[in-house]
């Protein structure tokens, strides 16, 4: 049985912060959310980058879905970066994150770096052929790795 006594430390300490806690749980989840969708984000990338480097045959209707389950993924994307969900701030450390404060200081760059995203994954999905399939995919791999390089911080 937990004590009463632990229970109640834990909350008031929670309290102390100045934090409910369904805001912790929402942050958890927020950051919970992002992180799926970058993990049909890599889903993707398994997808296409095989097709890329010529060990698999060109597949649009398997290119199609990778994007479709990655679009589906990130859907609540606007809903994710809460400042609550900062590194380093309570509520974000209720879900380990790789999030930079970067995105919070320079959230015009942020923008930005979805919007490339976002617009280099429409191309890709746009394309009808190996051929076209070829030339949209190397923004859409530089689109990921400038966010990252900007805004994630890798776990190592
Ligand atoms: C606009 C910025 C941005 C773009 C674009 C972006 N990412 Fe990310 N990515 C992030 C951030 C921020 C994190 C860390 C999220 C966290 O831990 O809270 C991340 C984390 C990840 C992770 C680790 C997920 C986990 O926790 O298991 C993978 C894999 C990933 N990204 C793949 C990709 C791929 C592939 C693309 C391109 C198709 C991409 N990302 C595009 C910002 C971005």
């Known amino acids: 049985m ?18 409910s ?3 912790m749980a929402d942050a958890k989840a927020a950051i919970e959310a992002r992180q799926a969708c970058m993990k049909a984000n890599g889903g ?5 980058v095989p097709i890329i480097k010529g ?7 398997a290119i199609d879905a990778s994007i479709a389950h990655a679009q589906k993924a990130c859907g609540g994307w606007a809903d994710w970066w809460g ?34 995203y976002v617009t280099a994954e429409a191309a890709v999905l746009a394309s009808t052929d190996e051929a ?22 890798s776990e190592n």
Do not use: N
């Open 55 to 61: 060990q698999k045959a060109y597949d649009k209707a």
């Open 83 to 116: 400042a609550d969900t900062m590194p380093g701030t309570p509520a974000g450390t209720a879900a380990k994150t790789e999030a930079k404060a970067e995105i919070w200081s320079d959230s015009a760059g942020f923008a930005a770096a979805g919007k490339a």
């Open 21 to 23: 806690s369904a805001a």
């Open 2 to 19: 937990v004590s009463k006594t632990f229970v109640g430390l834990v909350t008031a300490g929670v309290i102390a912060l100045g934090l």
């Open 44 to 48: 993707m990338m398994k997808v296409m």
């Open 132 to 153: 076209s399939f070829k030339a949209a995919f190397p923004a859409l791999g530089k689109a990921c790795g400038a966010c990252h390089e900007k805004f994630r911080q």
